[in-house]
């Protein structure tokens, strides 16, 4: 199991000292409450991400990851409860569901902790994409995955019904001081493509108000390659801190943009990472043109693939795919800053990104069909 990276790059594997647990004594606590002993200290490893982790195998022989959420000044966890709401559901999917998720093992609400069933040597999304393994049948089955989630009842589940957070409309026209000492330039400028665009304004506050009168269901919220993991050939969902009632059209969105941002991202870096080294900036229009086009076309079957698998197992309100390809438009300006942190100048492949998410944002409608998003059977759209 895997934390959130940024898009297109693998988690950093960091060994621990056995000492650090000496100041984690709540996940001792958490695995001894769960008669699981605690963690042996060779081997005690933790993966990349901006919450605290660690992942081995406990005295009792169990291989085991403990992760920690954020707690709000009053103690609480949005974030835990949201995590807890989501597997309340899970534990209603049938043992053959197209939506797995790594077995829950137990919380420390106090702490903000859960832990969960070590899936050793899996890979993280981002690194099957990243290797080119995240094939149309990957995507397929992703596909059913969501929608499976999608189609979950959430009576009786205390989901949260809050309205998500992306895209800050409040940041449209100027962000918070305060956020401006926690951004790099890059970031900085990243925002300022889209505050100076009253075009891209206006698309994004239409897409929020779409978005309000769609149909809602159990929706993911944060969903992007390393959110998924690959573990012996069967393909699991994690990380349900921003699991909500929402609108489905932003997890399909999100997909879709996670495949578009990488095409954008290979016509000048080979791999497609944008950590990377970006290159051949001295191509002309028409090299860019051409590896642009040719990059689409490898990826877009992925994108249909995704959607096939999504039809099979939910049918989709007749509005969702243009939604969806709005939100995909956000998801390419979201990817752009969260990898421009560490970065003091916003590279042309950034804007090129964001030249994309704009043309979607701008026209959902027209790009539909350019994305297979192609309608339901029998459907008169």
């Given amino acids: 199991m895997t934390t959130a990276t940024p898009a297109g790059q693998q988690p950093a594997l960091v060994r621990y000292q056995p000492t650090d647990l000496d100041t984690a004594p709540d996940v001792t606590e958490l695995l001894g409450r769960l008669g699981l002993g605690g963690f042996v200290a060779d081997g005690l490893t933790s993966f990349g991400g901006r919450n605290d982790n660690w992942a081995g195998t406990t005295t009792s022989g169990d291989r085991v990851f403990v992760k920690t959420v954020a707690r709000a000044p009053d103690g609480s966890s949005p974030e835990l409860d949201r995590t807890l709401a989501f597997e309340a559901l899970a534990g209603r999917l049938p043992a053959d569901s197209p939506l797995r998720s790594p077995a829950h093992l137990g919380t420390h609400p106090e702490a903000a902790l859960s832990a969960y069933r070590l899936l050793a040597g899996a890979r993280s999304g981002s690194e099957v994409a990243l290797d080119g393994d995240f094939d149309e049948a990957l995507c397929r089955e992703a596909g059913r995955a969501v929608a499976t989630l999608h189609a979950l009842d959430p009576a009786g589940a205390d989901v949260d019904a809050g309205e998500?957070?992306?895209?800050?409309?409040?940041?449209?026209?100027?962000?918070?001081?305060?956020?401006?000492?926690?951004?790099?330039?890059?970031?900085?400028a990243a925002?300022?493509?889209?505050?100076?665009d009253a075009e891209v304004n206006a698309a994004l506050r239409l897409l929020r108000e779409r978005e309000r009168s769609a149909?809602?269901?159990?929706?993911?919220?944060?969903?992007?390659?390393?959110?998924?993991?690959l573990h012996e050939g069967t393909l699991y969902l994690c990380d349900w801190e921003e699991f909500r009632i929402?609108?489905?059209?932003r997890d399909v969105g999100a997909f879709i943009g996670e495949w578009l941002f990488q095409a954008t991202y290979s016509v000048f870096a080979p791999t497609g990472d944008p950590g990377a080294p970006v290159l051949g900036f001295d191509l002309d229009h028409e090299e860019i043109v051409d590896r642009g086009s040719a990059s689409l076309r490898r990826h877009i079957p992925r994108v249909a693939a995704f959607w096939q698998g999504y039809l099979e197992c939910r049918a989709p309100d007749?509005?969702?795919?243009?939604?969806?390809?709005?939100?995909?438009?956000?998801?390419?300006?979201?990817?752009?800053?969260?990898t421009a942190q560490a970065h003091a100048v916003l590279n042309p492949v950034a804007r090129a990104a964001a030249g994309i998410g704009r043309v979607l944002l701008l026209n959902p409608s027209g790009a539909v069909a350019t994305l297979r998003l192609d309608p339901p059977s029998g459907s008169s759209r």
């Fill in 191 to 196: 925002w300022k493509l889209v505050q100076d």
């Fill in 246 to 249: 929402a609108d489905p059209a």
């Fill in 318 to 338: 007749a509005e969702l795919a243009e939604r969806a390809v709005g939100f995909a438009g956000w998801h390419m300006y979201d990817r752009l800053i969260a």
């Fill in 215 to 229: 149909p809602h269901t159990p929706a993911h919220c944060d969903l992007r390659f390393d959110q998924f993991i």
């Fill in 164 to 188: 998500a957070p992306l895209p800050p409309l409040g940041w449209l026209e100027a962000f918070p001081w305060s956020a401006v000492h926690e951004r790099s330039m890059a970031q900085i």
